[in-house]
């Protein structure tokens, strides 16, 4: 059964939430982001965030690394910067790029890991003079509109993630003039975990399809047979009614549900220097309908969720 979430709390302030897409994307005005938001504007962001998947919130520009940190532990516990990468920072993941970037291609944040992130925040800081947008597609809009033959498929479907996936574009190297890291660097550990396909939303209740680049197969499929379903699987995800693309500027603030979304950094501004910089508010453990959790195959990512545990 799906949770109906609290809209009235959005009537409570100065806050204004506009919504940009039907199916998924609003913009959040009338508030300043940071360490020192009262519990009521903190808990409308976090319903705003639940109804539409992904909030932008422009020229937040009094931003830093420190109050980035500060306002993402308003939502939740944070995970360190990354499993494997290490870009000098316990909890800020730094993207910079002058050319290609290891994300255009759609993908769920670090669902190789059993825990997958709840939200991610992210922080533009260098945009170019054009391009470098980031497109979002809602997962749980995805899932509702398969026809029912495909969702009794999905609603038992399990695959494996692993950050050891096979994408050309994803880590090549010679189109990127400072390439932040390799792919020997994001696979010196290796990762896999098996996750229920459709997945139950802790907070919403709702059924969401867990897919994009992490995905290396499903069970109970062949190598040409899982390529195949999984085209067909991501072919419906990103149809454009179901997604929402975000034009940058210095300052913007966009803020998604990990748990619902998969998104797509697009890279088409030629040699200009773009950086964002995410912190990620950690997740729980994944729940088929049947009510099984996700199982872990290789690799121990329990540091990455530990991290507050680990420095007191």
Do not use: C
């Amino acid at each position: 059964m799906t949770i109906q979430l609290d809209r009235q709390t959005q009537q409570n302030t100065d806050i204004t939430v506009t919504k940009l897409g039907s199916r998924i994307g609003a913009r959040i005005e009338g508030v300043r982001l940071g360490g020192d938001l009262d519990a009521d504007t903190v808990a409308q962001i976090r319903t705003a965030i639940l109804e539409h998947k992904v909030v932008f919130f422009p020229a937040q520009d009094h931003l830093d690394d420190a109050q980035q940190i500060a306002f993402g532990e308003l939502l939740g516990p944070l995970t360190t910067a990354h499993p494997t990468v290490n870009t000098g920072s316990a909890r800020v993941l730094a993207l910079k790029a002058t050319k290609g970037m290891a994300a255009n291609s759609w993908h769920t944040d670090v669902t190789f890991v059993d825990q997958v992130p709840a939200f991610s925040i992210l922080r533009g800081v260098t945009i170019p003079a054009y391009g470098g947008s980031t497109n979002w597609a809602n997962t749980v809009t995805a899932y509702d509109a398969l026809p029912a033959p495909l969702k009794a498929l999905v609603d038992q479907l399990w695959a494996v993630h692993s950050n050891d996936y096979d994408y050309a574009n994803s880590f090549d190297t010679e189109d990127q003039s400072n390439p932040q890291y390799t792919r020997e660097e994001f696979t010196r550990e290796i990762y896999k975990t098996e996750h229920p396909v459709v997945r139950i939303h802790p907070e919403t209740g709702e059924r969401a399809l867990v897919l994009g680049h992490f995905v290396q197969k499903f069970q109970g499929f062949n190598s040409k047979e899982s390529a195949a379903l999984f085209n067909l699987l991501q072919d419906r995800v990103t149809k454009l009614e179901n997604t929402i693309r975000w034009n940058w500027t210095p300052g913007d603030v966009a803020i998604w549900d990990n748990r619902a979304t998969q998104h797509y950094a697009v890279a088409d501004f030629d040699t200009q220097t773009r950086e964002v910089r995410r912190i990620t508010v950690s997740g729980d453990v994944p729940v088929s309908i049947d009510g099984r959790s996700s199982r872990v195959l290789e690799g121990d990512a329990s540091v990455y969720n530990r991290l507050d545990e680990l420095i007191r």
